[in-house]
């Protein structure tokens, strides 16, 4: 982790109040990081794609060795899509393939991290009893070859066919969480993630009266244990 890291954040913030919030703290986390980053506010449904091909670009250019790249994307969305600035939707896949083993030769074998703030359905957690969690870490010896899709962490705000919630002026419960753990605790990042789980599972919000539930989920093809302070 000696060399340099990037980020990426692509962020709507029309009609979503509360998201000015998200990118201050965001981007305190990324400069305590020392990750340098780079925000576009309202892309389009296109622009999403032109922004992750020139930040792939971007990297692949850099001077000095890349040790990480970090992209946090928010928006309205549903289950694997994006809604760009114009209502254009975005396949959250395409977004990813840019920074595979395969497109980015600058990431080949390094981690890559996605967080994705947008819903991913229109169900509303209501909670249940309280229930048992089970976290497992798989470590491989380095291969000849690797897969395709290894060295990445996907984490969205809410589980599929959720609702990822957002206050109009405190910001998203996802974004502002991670920022905060991430920024007082050291520790792999997948610890890291397990905490920010645990906080939001234990938060009760509150919408149209009602108590709602949600936590964000986790997926992993790390090699390695990832530490980012």
Known sequence: MSGARLALTLCVTE???GSKADLDALERMFRQLRFENTTKEN????????????????????????????VVLMAHGDEGLLKGVDEEMVELDNLFEALNNKNCAALR??????????????????????????VAVIEQEHPQTIPTYTDTVHVYA???GHIAYRHDKDGSSFIQTVADVFTKKKG?????????????????????GRVRKVNPEIMSTLRKRLYLQ
């Open 109 to 134: 074998g390094k981690p890559k991290l996605f967080m994705v703030q947008a819903c991913r359905g229109e169900h509303r957690d209501l909670g249940e009893a309280i229930g048992g969690d089970q």
């Open 158 to 160: 809410t589980m599929e």
């Open 188 to 208: 792999p990042v997948l610890e890291l993630l397990t905490e920010v789980t645990r906080r939001m599972a234990e938060a009760e919000l509150m919408q149209e």
């Open 43 to 70: 892309p389009t449904g296109r622009q999403f794609l032109e922004e992750m091909k020139a930040f792939q670009e971007t990297l692949d250019g850099w001077a000095e060795p890349v040790s990480c790249a970090f």
């Open 15 to 17: 009609e979503r109040e």
